[in-house]
């Protein structure tokens, strides 16, 4: 009996432990998160207090912004505090750690006469501001095979059926294509209704009014400079995230078999913010070995491309033709007359200082950044 009482008491005492040090995990793993969530939100208020704090300062002092579009200035959080626009950066921090040593600035960019205020805030090893090419290539795994991020062609690229790509901007959904020289290329996924022929000018060689398949004069090209200046398209706040870039506009044969863009980008549309898609860029997101031209209908396998509903124009026209460009549907490939009414899905980039709030890139989920 006696064996049986200490052979209990054992149990108990191995039990109350147990008990113990699943509590102590739980608290441990709650204090974690919160102070993660606490901290999160903390220094991005922080942050926000450095940007007000620098245009009550550039308010009282507009001659020294950037008077040239795409002109930078930068202030430092030391020059803000001892102007009085704010506190020394440690009254903000010592809420969260009193031992923590922080430092930042306030980028100041032109934008079409207006102004950008882009906070950069460290704080030894618990913060630091982050830019969504620096969050992306810091949490997402270069991949050899299945669906994901992949380097290509000095650059990085989105493959597969469900990558990780999706990004909530001017309150809709966009897909990351690619990184190029450290620019985020986005492509709008939304279901707004955006429709156009590519061209449908008077065509010579055909004597009527088929369409003209030269880019650079299109009408499709004409719809993206107007459609940039609806609001409800792009807002604001999102025109401020944009660069122009050049729209690659090579015209490309359907049995070609180059798809590292050089056919495409061998003639650009320079200084545009609204561009279409370059064939090649529809062609390398499969992950299909024989995907490798317009004329493969294995495009439409792996690719993510294929979850996007209805027909919609590509940037590339037919080269073998004069009135024909190529069309999307379903990730596949086909040319098609450039008079004919298709969705327009637009392409966009990011600035490179383009900052990382929330998300994973899950279409639940998407980036959201400011």
């Known amino acids: ?185 986005l492509f709008y996924r939304g279901k707004g209704d955006y429709v156009s022929v590519w061209d449908d000018r008077f065509n010579v060689d055909r004597g009527d009014n088929s369409g003209i398949n030269t880019y650079s004069i299109s009408r499709i090209a004409t719809y993206l400079d107007t459609l940039y200046t609806n609001s409800a398209f792009l807002n604001e706040e999102a025109k401020m995230l944009l660069t122009p870039y050049s729209v690659a506009i090579g015209k490309r044969d359907e049995n070609v078999m180059a798809n590292d863009g050089s056919i495409e980008k061998s003639e650009v549309l320079e200084n545009k913010y609204l561009g279409l898609l370059p064939l090649y860029d529809v062609i390398n997101a499969s992950l299909d070995e024989y995907c490798n031209s317009a004329a493969s209908r294995s495009c439409s396998n792996y690719n993510y491309f294929s979850y996007i509903m209805g027909s919609w124009w590509t940037a590339t026209a037919d080269s073998s033709t004069t009135h024909r460009a190529y069309k999307i549907n379903g990730a596949s490939i086909s040319s098609s007359p450039t008079d004919t009414d298709l969705r327009v899905r637009p392409v966009v980039r990011l600035v490179n200082d383009a900052l990382y709030v929330s998300g994973d890139g899950t279409e639940e989920n998407p980036y959201i950044i400011k």
């Not at 005492?13 to 509590?23: C, D, E, L, P, S």
């Not at 922080?46 to 020294?64: F, H, S, W």
């Not at 102007?83 to 969260?96: A, P, V």
Request: glycine share 8%; with cysteine.
């Open 1 to 185: 009996m006696k064996e049986l009482l200490n052979e209990i008491g054992i149990k108990k005492i191995v039990v109350t432990v147990g008990i113990i040090v699943a509590i102590v995990i739980v608290i441990i793993f709650c204090l974690k998160l919160y102070n993660r969530m606490f901290a999160g939100t903390s220094y991005s208020k922080i942050e926000t207090i450095m940007v007000d704090a620098a245009k009550d300062y550039y308010q009282k002092n507009p001659k020294l912004l950037p008077q040239m579009s795409g002109g930078n200035v930068t202030i430092d959080v030391g020059n803000l505090k001892s102007s009085g626009h704010m506190k020394d950066l440690s009254e903000y921090t010592k809420k969260l750690d009193g031992s923590l040593s922080c430092s930042g600035n306030v980028s100041v960019t032109n934008v079409s006469g207006k102004y950008r205020y882009t906070p950069n805030l460290k704080c030894g090893d618990q913060y630091q501001t982050e830019t969504l090419v620096a969050h992306i290539r810091n949490l997402e795994p270069l991949k050899s095979s299945g669906a994901g991020l992949y380097e290509f062609n000095g650059g990085y690229i989105f493959r597969g059926d469900t990558p990780n790509n999706f990004v909530k901007f001017s309150n809709d959904l966009w897909s990351i294509v690619k990184i190029e020289d450290n620019y985020i290329y």
